[in-house]
């Protein structure tokens, strides 16, 4: 056990002993229409914040009713227009839904000409700010899949399943006729996996798009119903199962001058994923990572854009366990036969320099840290600023890297979770900043100077705390030891505002353990869920652990928990109970547990592998058997049921449910099709042949997460179950 103390990450050690004198001048209570997302009074509870983007190197405040320049040197801020001068300039109609509402999400396309991009129910428009006319638009907004490219200003969009292509013209080209329920173009593939957001990718020169073509027709329906009808209907998902028939893609090429579409020749699909898809320079090139089933084979392999015939394998990498691609390869601004490629082949996300020949250069950055995210390039220094954990695992900080030596510059605090938007020559980042004692600051930092100890560093907003009028709970943070005896892991505690040691108090342990998630990091409140806020208010403790299989820790803490999901992350978990059994504080005699999706799978986990240890539960959309989850996510970490029938059999949660002695309720979203209900259903009726007496709601019409106001009755039942079975 230790206390974070840290440059970066640290406990507020004397703040907390404080906190009871403070709250005292702080009397009012929470609901869940403060603290949940679908709440009436949710966005009043939120940290204050800045509508931002940039115009070039010009950083603008986009808000509602108007648009204004700020002074990276001064903060000030100088008025660019409003909302009524660009529906007076776009001649706007609002009785023709041709009216712009709002300018919050307005962009600036072009660095260098005084355009602005807004759009209404009608179109997609550039207005001149400075000319004070409309220079050029679309009449395809709201379409699907629409994407947009600027240098071209064509624009690619799904209508009734098939693929379309408006040039900047105006002139409407069909690219399929055979898009269907069953056949998907120009859409996101491979359900998401492998950084995969969507399903066009336009060429540098706006001339050439890059699309995918799923055909799902082989895949096995899973049979949703829409009950809402007078006859409820029938609308099926298509959904490949672990060990089951799996879609196949292929990416095709379309050319505006000719007309003409190629399709890579990548060989036959089945059973293979094709991924971050990107393109050279000059646009004649197409680059993209191949994934085997298995997923433990990856090759970058190039293709030529006019012919689609394969031009060479780059690179491959291979794994005992699995290779995960996320991030499409960059090219150097300045030295286009040069890319960077993102891997975590040495143990950890890093970045790797290659020529255009697949041969690697160097490796621009190393650690035992994770490279979360490539913001971009600032091509006069001839560096890469990127997000990463350097400083500390919880810690999120920027850096520009120097790509020739590596040699990293800080671009902020190093303390607590920093995000950054980069401008267009990457000499400036806004940086967006919270830590456990602060809830949300804005800077503006000169990329060529670093932090500097605050120089070059430009404040525009401290946001006050928006919960001071609150009775606030107490958040800890801390360490203790995995199951394994040496990796630390790491917790938040939320215990309420008046917290007693003499006393004892019903514990909830809160639980995700899955992978590409984490629970605990060093942003406000310790990235503490309101839901626990809730909790604390009503006495209890929660506690949090994230176990080995979870995120922004490396690959070998990652994937410790290949083809045997649940174990060792119910391993890691039971470290944390004994740790919460030496607090006297702790009443072991009412321990509850609850977690959604993944953490749903370990609730019911815990509950059934330790039915003396937890007396309560609630598992929202849980896994029960990894047979019964979709293809790609399921065969990463579990193999096959065909390959691994052991593992598949030992996390399996049917054979489990005779095990079931607390309390336990599940909850369901009734058209789930992330978690399909065929779940918790399969284990309800596991639990009727084995006498158990789990309790079970459903919400009709949600999917895996509820939305809207449907999350405040959501997050209500959770905590009443723990009221009426802990306290």
Sequence with gaps: MKTIIKRGCWLLAVSFWLLPLEMKAQNKLFTLEDLNFGGTNY????????????WGDQLVRTDVEACYTIDAKTGKEKLLFTLDDINRWADSNEEENRYVRHLTNVTFPYPDQPLVAVGNKKAFILVDFKAHHIVWQDSISGQEAND??????????????????????????????????????????????????????????????????MDQSMVTDYPQVDIFPRSASHEPDKYPMAGMTSHKVTVGVYDLKTG?????????????????????????????????????????????????????????????????????????????????????????????????????????????????????????????????????????????????????????????????????????????????????NIDVVRVSSGFAAGKSVQRLLTAADPWKDYQQPIFENGTLKAADGKTDLYYRMVKPHDFDATKKYPTVVYVYGGPHANNVQASWHWYSRTWETYMAQKGYIVFILDNRGSQHRGRDFEQATFHQLGQVEMQDQMKGVEYLRTLPYVDMNRLGVHGWSF???????????????????????????????????????????????????????INKAKNLKGKLQIITGYNDNTVVPQHCLSFLDACIKAGTQPDFFAYPGEEHNMRGHASVHLHERITQYFEDYLK
């Design 260 to 440: 003409n579409t190629v399709y890579l020749q990548a060989g036959d699909p089945t059973d293979r994923y094709f991924t971050n898809i990107s393109w050279s320079p000059d646009a004649k090139t197409i680059y993209m990572f191949e994934l085997n089933r298995g997923q433990n084979d990856c090759r970058l392999v190039s293709y030529d854009a006019v012919t689609g015939e394969k031009i060479a394998e780059l690179y491959r990498e291979t794994s005992e366990k699995y290779v995960e691609p996320m991030h499409p390869i960059q090219f150097l601004p300045w030295d286009d036969t040069k890319f960077v490629m993102q891997s975590q082949k040495d143990g950890y996300n890093h970045l790797y320099l290659f020529d255009q020949s697949g041969k690697e250069l160097t490796q621009i950055t190393k650690g035992k840290w994770v490279v979360m995210e490539l913001l971009g390039f600032n091509t006069k220094q001839k560096s890469i600023i990127i997000k990463a954990n350097a400083n500390h695992p919880l810690c999120h900080n920027l850096y520009a890297v120097d790509v020739k030596t590596g040699r990293m510059t800080a671009l902020d605090n190093g303390e607590g979770v920093h995000n950054g938007k980069l401008s267009a020559s990457g000499t400036l980042i806004c940086d967006t900043y919270t830590a456990p004692d602060v809830p949300r």
């Design 43 to 54: 966005h009043n509870m939120q940290p204050e914040n800045l509508f931002l983007t940039w």
């Design 148 to 213: 947009w490219c600027p240098v071209s200003r064509a624009t690619a969009y799904v209508e009734n399943h098939q693929l379309f292509v408006v040039d900047g013209m105006g002139q409407k080209h069909q690219l399929s006729t055979d898009g269907s329920r069953s056949v998907v173009y120009g859409q996101s593939v491979h359900r998401n996996e492998f950084g995969i957001h969507k399903g066009t990718f336009w060429s540098p020169d706006g001339q050439r798009l890059a699309f995918y073509r």
């Design 599 to 653: 953490g749903g799978f370990m609730t019911i986990s815990l509950m059934t592998n330790y039915p003396d240890v937890f007396k309560v539960g609630v598992a929202g959309g849980p896994v029960i058997d990894w047979k019964w989850y979709e293809v790609m996510y399921g065969e990463r970490y579990m193999g096959t049921p065909q390959n691994n029938p052991e593992g598949y059999e030992k996390t399996s949660l």
